[in-house]
């Protein structure tokens, strides 16, 4: 894949093979060498257009040596910003850790923390709609003759089992795994 067609590629596609060549890449899609051509053009645009920006607040005619350095740090400090200094993140984990943990449950077995502070809650609910009362079944052939000698025992079982409750349940289920 690395050596396909290399006579017909522009000198920048060539430098980038070359590039991965040495990093000791040999195997790769046609695209990384298209992708990495794209981000390397990109950022020598925004290089170039902040030094022209530099340039021109400088009220200079040409971009020069010093506003392509002053283009190519400022595009390193807010790429690739530096962490905070020691003293910083010391005073943050102090202030951190002055806040004790939370109370272990106390069990056999693994101590683990209260349900709300841990990721094995249940974490989705389902709503399960109940038929509502207003949907009357339809009579057939079958509902008519036992209309002509009705149980009340048996029409009030049915009523019941056609029309449950008509508030909507909310089922909540752990995650766990299958027993095997």
């Not at 981000?39 to 170039?48: A, C, E, G, S």
């Amino acid at each position: 894949m690395a050596g396909e067609g290399e006579e017909d590629l522009p000198r920048d596609a060539k430098i980038v093979k070359s590039l991965l060549k040495s990093m000791g890449v040999e195997e790769y899609e046609p695209r990384v060498v298209h992708q990495f051509l794209e981000i390397w053009y990109r950022y020598v645009v925004d290089v170039l257009t902040d030094a022209q920006v530099y340039s021109e607040h400088a009220t200079k005619s040409t971009i020069d040596c010093d506003d392509l350095k002053l283009a190519i740090q400022s595009k390193v400090t807010f790429s690739f910003p530096q962490p905070p200094p020691r003293e910083v993140q010391l005073e943050l984990a102090a202030s951190r850790n002055k806040i004790p943990l939370p109370k272990l449950v106390a069990g056999l077995g693994v101590p683990l923390p209260p349900e709300q502070d841990t990721l094995l809650s249940p974490n989705y609910q389902l709503v399960i709609p109940n038929k509502s009362a207003s949907t009357e079944p339809e009579e057939t052939e079958e509902d008519d003759e036992d209309m002509t000698d009705p149980s009340p025992q048996t029409s009030q079982q049915q009523q019941t089992s056609e029309f449950p409750c008509q508030t909507s349940q909310r089922v909540s289920f752990p995650l766990s795994r299958r027993p095997n």
